[in-house]
């Protein structure tokens, strides 16, 4: 079943047979139509029969593909080789052509969401739940790039995808398949463009209770290693204040520990942050009680101290980068690519000493050093956040988690102004936020990390 080219016009140009410039993420005449594109730049094949297999359990003949067009190759992509038919080759295709690293960063979901996804088409075709979820997500992230409104179609795929994914979590073999739990952490990519993105999902809690079903917590491949990369930080950072998600220490460091970025300033600065959870609960308890707090402000005291020092290791190298792509008239794509890692990587790492200022503040609220070292963490955070706008909306959007944790940690008017404001435009990147919503989150946030020792207030939240 030789594969023969077919051209890379979108589906829609095809159907109206218009000329396409074939761009991605989305080709000029849908944009300017506010059309669905979809396999705008994909090269796409006409297969034609060269032998048969033998049938499938419904009694219908299958084929095995060969051909993978050239862009595949180079990123190492597998189609699989038994395709149900025409529909998953062309899942297939769509998802390859999200996350190809060529596409530009503000809309690439290889680049915003994690390395993992590259091992994703080969394993298209061998579990439901991740078919219904790559689906569910192929199809969202294409009515996003057109600035499409949520459709219908796009958010019944995400209801048949949760459907699917339950019916497998049900089945204790199928439950703590690498794949499941992949499709696992689809899901929760999906809700960027569904429109969950402001709440507590649910599905990090369900990741954890998964890994803690299982006989090793930690990733137990080259795959889900990749895929604990991106799924540590969903779990992690709602852990933070979901109660739900209650994972020993040994859980929580086995959960980040990575070797992809271990001896690595971002992975140093992760693994502090997954001591957080235990700190935040044994800080809660204490004051409830009337606890001495002397030694458990130590303890935080040290990690806050340490968490400065990497944050120091990542702005150096954020500029470092920034000042050595001024002297150059023409970069690379790995040195694109780099200098946005580190700029992401140093925005995080500010969110996350940001976020033990806060509980080291609620310990010991004498500590003025402490306060003004969280105004400057407050400023640093806005910077950033002009600094991120050239890889808006989906590469930029980790930078919600970095003004969230600014917006916790300030109690001044002014500066709380300036945060909300800016929390207000990167939410409007995604679809329509509820104000309502977000200020719960917030404020539960809030509460979390200032240890329940000052009481949330709903109309402290202006926006």
């Not at 067009?69 to 395709?83: G, V, W």
């Not at 019916?167 to 899901?187: E, G, H, K």
């Not at 990741?207 to 299982?214: F, G």
């Not at 889900?224 to 929580?252: C, H, Q, T």
Request: glycine share 6%; hydrophobic share 35%; with cysteine.
């Amino acid at each position: 079943m030789p594969g023969v080219p077919s051209g890379r016009a979108c589906d829609a140009c095809r159907r109206q047979k218009k000329k396409c410039d074939e761009k991605q993420p989305a080709c000029g005449r849908c944009l300017r139509l506010k059309m669905n594109c979809v396999g705008s730049g994909q090269q796409r094949f006409k297969f034609k029969q060269e032998q048969f297999s033998s049938p499938n359990r419904s009694g219908q003949m299958t084929f095995a593909s060969k051909s993978i067009s050239t862009e595949d190759k180079k990123y190492h992509f597998q189609i699989p080789r038994a395709c149900p038919g025409n529909s998953m080759t062309s899942l297939t295709s769509s998802f390859v052509g999200a996350i190809k690293r060529s596409t530009d960063l503000r809309y690439n979901l290889w680049w915003a969401f994690g390395i993992f996804l590259e091992d994703v088409p080969r394993r298209i075709g061998s579990n439901e739940a991740l078919d219904r979820a790559v689906d569910a997500l192929t199809t969202a992230h294409a009515g996003f790039c057109t600035r499409q409104p949520v459709s219908v179609e796009a958010l019944a795929k995400y209801s048949h995808a949760l459907r699917t994914l339950r019916v497998y979590l049900d089945d204790p073999l199928q439950a703590s398949a690498s794949s499941t739990l992949c499709a696992v952490m689809i899901l929760l990519l999906c809700q960027t463009f569904t429109g969950d993105n402001g709440r507590i999902s649910g599905h990090a809690q369900g990741a954890a209770s998964i890994l803690q079903a299982r006989k090793n917590f930690g990733p137990r491949d080259d795959f889900e290693r990749k895929l604990f990369l991106s799924l540590r930080g969903s779990v992690l950072f709602e852990g933070l204040y979901n109660d739900a998600i209650d994972l020993s220490p040994e859980e929580w460091d086995a959960l980040v520990k990575n070797d992809f970025d271990n001896n690595q300033p971002e992975g140093q600065i992760v693994r502090f942050l997954a001591r957080a959870p235990v700190l935040i609960k044994r800080g809660k308890r204490a004051i409830r009680d009337g606890e001495d707090l002397t030694h458990l402000t130590k303890e935080v005291r040290t990690i806050y101290e340490e968490c400065k020092l990497i944050l120091g290791a990542l702005k150096t190298r954020t500029v470092e980068a920034e000042t050595s792509g001024l002297c150059t008239m023409t970069e690379t794509f790995m040195t694109r690519i780099l200098r946005a890692h580190y700029l992401r990587t140093h925005g995080i790492g500010i969110a996350i000493t940001t976020f033990f200022n806060c509980i080291l503040q609620a310990l010991d609220p004498s500590d003025y050093t402490c306060m003004l070292e969280s105004s400057s963490l407050v400023h640093d955070t806005l910077v950033h956040a002009q600094k991120s706008n050239m890889y808006r909306p989906i590469g930029a959007g980790y930078v919600i988690l970095c003004l969230s944790a600014a917006w916790v940690v300030t109690a001044d008017p002014q500066l709380r102004s300036m945060v909300e404001a800016a929390l207000i435009d990167y939410h409007g990147d995604f679809v329509t936020h509820h104000v309502a919503k977000i200020c719960r989150r917030l404020e539960r946030v809030r509460e979390n990390f200032w240890l329940g020792s000052i009481a949330t207030c709903s109309d402290e939240c202006s926006f």
